[in-house]
């Protein structure tokens, strides 16, 4: 996560290896909340301009109490929920 924050940013293209994650937790005022999460095993951030360079980050996913300081809150209902059931993938 910490490579991710030094070296991605808007207009960086990556290429992430890894599942999303919903998870639920309680504010300290007792609201409910989901936060969808990108647990990635394999990053790759590749270079912008087509030189065709690829350089790759690999480490464990962190522990799922150090991921209570990194969650950026998600309102789910914008997310599009994908049958994964099917056989015919589109790429």
Known sequence: AENCANYLGKGRLAAV???????????????????????ADDVRFLDKGGTGSVHRETQSAPKNDEWSDLGHEVNLEDIDIVDNNDDDIPF
Do not use: P, S
């Open 17 to 39: 290896e890894g599942r999303l994650q919903i998870r639920t937790y309680e504010t300290q005022d007792g609201q409910k909340r989901k936060v969808a999460e990108v647990v």
